[in-house]
Nanobody, 116 residues
């Protein structure tokens, strides 16, 4: 049974930083793609950043240059470093693990609130 446990959310002032972590257990993840999504009430969950098994990354336009996704395969953990946070970054953040071809797992979500 794959489990994803998130940590690192919280309240921060605009311009501040937070680092989210997602620890995965229950399988081998060396060929997995890992991602972070966020969701605000009443809106669809949106992809924030993703890193594939080869280390290639993707960032949503809104966070490019401010957020960095990384992974530590030895620890089965991946991270989202969020800098220069803005109030519009306020959301519930979810980590996601995709093991090809069709296994998809989600963390429980962690709230990030950025005050102005």
């Amino acid at each position: 049974q794959v489990q994803l446990v998130e940590s690192g959310g919280g309240l921060v002032q605009a311009g501040g930083s937070l680092r989210l972590s997602c620890a995965a257990s229950g399988s081998s993840f060396s060929n997995a793609a890992m991602g972070w999504y966020r969701q605000v009430p009443g809106k669809q969950r949106e992809l924030v950043a993703r890193i594939n098994f080869g280390g290639s990354t993707y960032y949503a336009t809104a966070v490019k240059g401010r957020f960095t996704i990384s992974r530590d395969n030895a620890k089965n953990t991946f991270y989202l470093q969020m800098n220069s946070l803005k109030p519009e970054d306020t959301a519930a953040y979810f980590c996601n693990l995709w093991i090809p071809p069709n296994l998809d797992y989600w963390g429980q979500g962690t709230q990030v609130t950025v005050s102005s």
